[in-house]
């Protein structure tokens, strides 16, 4: 379903935004489609590939992650600007003269627009599709992540409308690239975290489940008849279970990172 079409009515209050969302770990089950989103777009991809250290610390790769992602929708906005700062200084090594640079505010489009697009996309999964004002809401607070970075609030498509025709412009301009391709084959594979490697089965299903058939052939992701018949049968069976679950304990792990988040600050540990 398209970011912009009519969707049934789903029971959210009216002031239902992404900060009533981001915290559930559902997300999670996107996360991992989203980084793939992100990296067939082949200047993140090269870059990613290039400069990241995700395969040799993983779990380290999730919590900083995570960080930014919580801190900019459920942070203050004292921790959004440090967070911004420190993964601006991170971003400084990752260039290539000519080939691409984690300033690219273009890129960095693209990389918020996937964040926007897979909040929307596991709403939809959990819980079905939010009202048009809902999605909106969703996909106008999701900005912050390009917006905190070197992103200009102009560069946003301003109508859910627009937001399809980029999406659907960026995922045809896609193209596959060898090293990229090796790198989300090996992402997938051996990326997990050890205390989540026996979720690699799963993981790696809806990693690839999640992707549009285009994106998934530029990274050379294969896709059976099998694969769709298990990723039909757990978007059956997860999201009942799931909705019966305590809110408090669907949302500890965000509410574990923020507090890690701030305990490192406080000790001037390693943030970011």
Same mark, same amino acid.
């Given at each position: 379903?398209?970011?912009?079409?009519?969707? +049934?009515?789903?029971?959210? =209050?009216?002031?239902? $935004?992404?900060?009533?969302?981001?915290?559930?770990?559902?997300?999670?089950?996107?996360?991992?489609? +989203? !980084?793939? @989103?992100?990296?067939?777009?082949? $200047?993140?991809?090269?870059g990613v590939a290039e400069h990241s250290t995700t395969l040799q610390r993983p779990a380290d790769r999730l919590r900083t992650t995570m960080t930014y992602v919580y801190v900019m929708i459920l942070g203050?906005?004292?921790?959004?600007?440090?967070?911004?700062?420190? !993964?601006?200084?991170?971003?400084?090594? !990752?260039?290539?003269?000519?080939?691409?640079?984690?300033?690219?505010?273009? %890129?960095?489009?693209?990389?918020?627009?996937?964040?926007?697009? =897979? $909040?929307?996309?596991?709403?939809?999964?959990?819980?079905?599709?939010?009202?048009?004002?809902?999605?909106?809401?969703?996909?106008?607070?999701?900005?912050? @992540?390009? =917006?905190?970075?070197? !992103?200009?609030?102009?560069?946003?498509?301003?109508?859910?409308?627009?937001?399809?025709?980029?999406?659907?412009?960026?995922?045809?301009?896609?193209?596959?690239?060898?090293?990229?391709?090796? @790198?989300?084959?090996?992402?997938?594979?051996?990326?997990?975290?050890?205390? %989540?490697?026996?979720?690699?089965? %799963?993981?790696?299903?809806?990693?690839? $489940? =999640?992707?549009?058939?285009?994106?998934?052939?530029?990274?050379?992701?294969?896709?059976?008849?099998?694969?769709?018949?298990r990723y039909d049968l757990f978007w059956r069976a997860f999201p009942p279970i799931y909705r019966r679950m305590p809110r408090r304990l669907r949302?500890?792990?965000?509410?574990?990172?923020?507090?890690?988040?701030?305990?490192?600050?406080?000790?001037?540990?390693?943030?970011?």
């Amino acid at each position: 379903m398209s970011i912009a079409e009519q969707p +049934t009515e789903t029971n959210e =209050n009216d002031a239902y $935004g992404l900060a009533d969302l981001i915290a559930e770990q559902a997300l999670m089950l996107g996360a991992g489609s +989203t !980084v793939f @989103f992100q990296l067939a777009e082949k $200047g993140v991809g090269l870059g990613v590939a290039e400069h990241s250290t995700t395969l040799q610390r993983p779990a380290d790769r999730l919590r900083t992650t995570m960080t930014y992602v919580y801190v900019m929708i459920l942070g203050s906005e004292e921790e959004r600007r440090a967070i911004s700062k420190m !993964v601006n200084r991170a971003h400084r090594t !990752v260039r290539s003269p000519g080939r691409y640079t984690a300033f690219d505010p273009e %890129l960095q489009l693209w990389v918020a627009a996937t964040l926007a697009h =897979n $909040g929307i996309f596991i709403h939809e999964r959990i819980w079905g599709p939010p009202s048009r004002e809902v999605r909106l809401r969703l996909y106008r607070d999701a900005q912050i @992540f390009g =917006n905190a970075l070197q !992103v200009r609030p102009e560069q946003w498509p301003e109508t859910l409308e627009e937001f399809d025709a980029y999406w659907e412009q960026k995922i045809a301009e896609l193209e596959p690239d060898p090293a990229v391709q090796d @790198f989300c084959h090996r992402l997938i594979t051996q990326g997990a975290p050890v205390w %989540l490697r026996w979720m690699t089965p %799963l993981q790696a299903l809806l990693d690839r $489940g =999640n992707l549009d058939p285009h994106t998934r052939e530029i990274l050379g992701f294969e896709w059976t008849a099998k694969d769709q018949r298990r990723y039909d049968l757990f978007w059956r069976a997860f999201p009942p279970i799931y909705r019966r679950m305590p809110r408090r304990l669907r949302q500890f792990p965000a509410r574990l990172t923020l507090w890690d988040m701030r305990r490192r600050m406080r000790t001037g540990a390693r943030v970011i």
